[in-house]
């Protein structure tokens, strides 16, 4: 791969144009496509003739992707505050404080997702009397295919709210963790802490 340097040049279709023309690569605040946002000083190649961003050159896409990321909408509810509770419990069980709770939660929804734990009557928690209680605390989740796995997730165990799929998760977690003290997770979840601390 050819990395390019700010002044570099070459020749692009402009679709403003619509010819080749010269093409600058230079620092632009970039908008997407879909107008969702913006991508401050990347590297773009910039049409001399007309001056609209023409070329995306491969070493600018990662700060793209990031910038993605952080515009992707947090996954968010208000849950019990015992539920708060048990997720830093079962962190500091782990060894881990209290950033590491949302680790705990988004590991648990990937694995329930693709069936790497078993999501089989899970939904029986939501009957459970930890399961009640005033939503006074908030839950907020970020990750790549946190979405779409919750979307995943709510059609196996045939849930339509994304809170009380949520308090499911934690009952879950607490059942895994602390009432039981399933090895396999915690393992898991070590490993990940171990990484990512
Ligand atoms: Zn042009």
Redesign the pocket.
């Known amino acids: 791969m050819k990395i390019l340097k700010v002044g570099d040049t070459t020749k692009a279709a402009?679709?403003?144009?619509k010819?080749f023309?010269d093409v600058t690569f230079q620092l632009r605040d970039t908008p997407f496509n879909d107008g969702s946002g913006i991508v401050k000083n990347v590297l773009v190649g910039v049409?001399?003739?007309?001056?609209?961003v023409?070329v995306l050159p491969h070493q600018s896409t990662p700060v793209v992707k990031k910038q993605l990321e952080k515009q992707r909408k947090s996954l968010e509810s208000r849950v019990p505050a015992h539920m708060i509770d048990i997720l830093n419990l079962a962190s500091d069980k782990l060894g881990g404080g209290t950033e590491f709770v949302s680790n705990i939660m988004k590991y648990y929804i990937h694995a329930l997702s693709n069936n790497k734990i078993s999501s089989n009557n899970i939904s029986r928690f939501l009957k459970s009397d930890l399961a009640t209680g005033v939503a006074q605390k908030r839950i907020s989740l970020k990750g790549r295919y946190l979405e779409e796995e919750v979307i995943l997730l709510k059609e196996m165990i045939e849930v339509e709210s994304t809170t009380d799929l949520l308090k499911i998760v934690v009952l879950k977690i607490n059942d895994d963790l602390l009432v039981n003290e399933r090895q396999k997770p915690i393992g898991q979840l070590k490993n990940i802490m171990a990484a990512t601390v």
């Open positions: 402009c679709n403003s144009c010819s023309q049409c001399n003739a007309c001056d609209s023409v």
